[in-house]
């Protein structure tokens, strides 16, 4: 088969005409993500088009028919510094709604073929941003080795600048228990504050459409969400965010495509998880609690429900996508990573000043001997 391109589409109208093709071709991706479905795509580019323009990479076959699509476009940085920096990123990947797992579009076993030619819509771009900014890339994405060549080759400085842990667990296929890895003592104390809760709080396992219908389940999650993360301090519920996030939403519960399993105290909700089916896995992605049933780990408890459920439905994994913590840990004993990849243009003045102000923060970790930041850099990188 002839292949042809990289063409770059850079018009919505040529974007919406991937529609067709675009969700084929995650399915036939080694480790699909839900952030790479059309849905998400198309729904972050008709929302946020005044702030990014199109770069969109597709490779034909004979028959025009696409074979493979990197899902880029060109925006400016959030940070003081980095506005001054046109990105060549993920769609997605900058802005007030930002992809967790991201990746080139690519057939799996056709990566060697296809990915580094993919790749040469970098240079057919090149003279159109100042940096390469690929967030939220697997570490085990096949695509990776190519992906870090293509950077060496159009700029200066490639690195994997960040490394975002990302716990998960096995869900288990003969009816065992999803919390088996932990100590008796700590199912026990579990089981006994779900007692509590259900005897001296009329507690119930609810499910948005089978007891409430989507659009109250979702604003049930926000408010909860919000008492855990007041005054803005979340991404998840900043207007144009959450404008975002309830629309697709109500798209992919009716569809399937999601699950938000809540918790009630008699006719109250107290807790939700909110996360996305996609390949086998549960991805769990926001949730939120009442600071009134702390003393019941409500938390753990809408967790709990969340597994189960996961595992009632035929999923193997349950994700709970970047960052690490201890409630995480608690619950998913397994660990696998994203990487960040940034390069420069190396004949630009502003590129390579926020370069040098990288590489001066990174020394400082390493010569400081821990993870934190520079303080007085991170408000600005």
């Known amino acids: 088969m002839i292949v042809h391109g990289p063409e770059i589409v850079t018009t919505v109208e040529a974007f919406e005409a991937l529609s067709v093709h675009w969700d084929v071709l995650v399915n036939q991706m080694a480790a699909p993500t839900p952030f790479l479905r059309w849905a998400w795509a198309r729904r972050w580019v008709r929302q946020f088009s005044r702030h990014h323009r199109l770069a969109v990479g597709v490779l034909r076959g004979d028959c025009g028919v696409p074979l493979a699509i990197a899902p880029f476009a060109i925006c400016r940085g959030k940070t003081p ?4 920096l ?49 967030p939220a890339v697997p570490s085990d994405s096949p695509n990776l080795a190519a992906m870090e060549e293509a950077l060496d080759r159009v700029g200066v400085g490639c690195e994997e600048i960040e490394t975002s842990p990302c716990r998960y667990a096995a869900l288990p296929t003969d009816g065992s228990g999803c919390d088996e890895h932990r100590s008796g003592r700590w199912r026990r104390n579990l089981r006994n504050r779900w007692r509590t809760f259900c005897d001296e709080h009329d507690g119930r396992r609810c499910l948005s459409s089978v007891d409430m219908p989507h659009e109250e389940a979702l604003d ?22 959450w404008q975002f996030h309830r629309g ?54 809408v967790i709990h429900w969340s597994l189960d459920l996961a595992a009632q439905k035929g999923v193997r994994t349950y994700d709970m996508l970047s960052g690490d913590s201890r409630y995480k840990a608690e619950w998913c004993p397994n660990l696998r990573h994203t990487v960040s990849l940034e390069t420069f243009q190396p004949d630009r003045m502003r590129a390579q000043g926020v370069r040098v102000l990288r590489r001066v923060r990174c020394g400082w970790r390493r010569l400081a001997g821990r993870e934190e930041s520079v303080p007085e850099l991170d408000h600005v990188l």
Not at 81 to 84: A, F, P, Q, S, T
């Open 86 to 134: 046109r990105h060549l990123s993920w769609i997605g990947g900058l802005g007030e709604v930002s992809a967790e797992r991201m990746d080139l579009i690519v057939p799996a076993g056709r990566e060697r073929e296809l990915t580094p030619r993919l790749l040469r819509c970098m240079d057919a771009t090149r003279p159109q941003w100042d940096a390469v900014w690929l």
């Open 220 to 241: 049930h999650l926000a408010r909860l969400h919000e008492l855990q993360w007041p005054a803005g301090e979340s991404n998840f519920l900043r207007p144009a965010a």
């Open 81 to 84: 510094v980095r506005r001054w």
């Open 248 to 301: 697709l939403g109500l798209e992919w519960l009716e569809s399937g495509r999601a699950l938000l399993p809540f918790l009630t105290a008699g006719d109250r909700v107290v807790a939700a998880a909110y996360g996305f089916m996609e390949g086998g896995a549960f991805s769990l992605y926001q949730q939120g609690w009442d600071p009134q049933f702390r003393h019941l780990s409500i938390g753990n408890l």
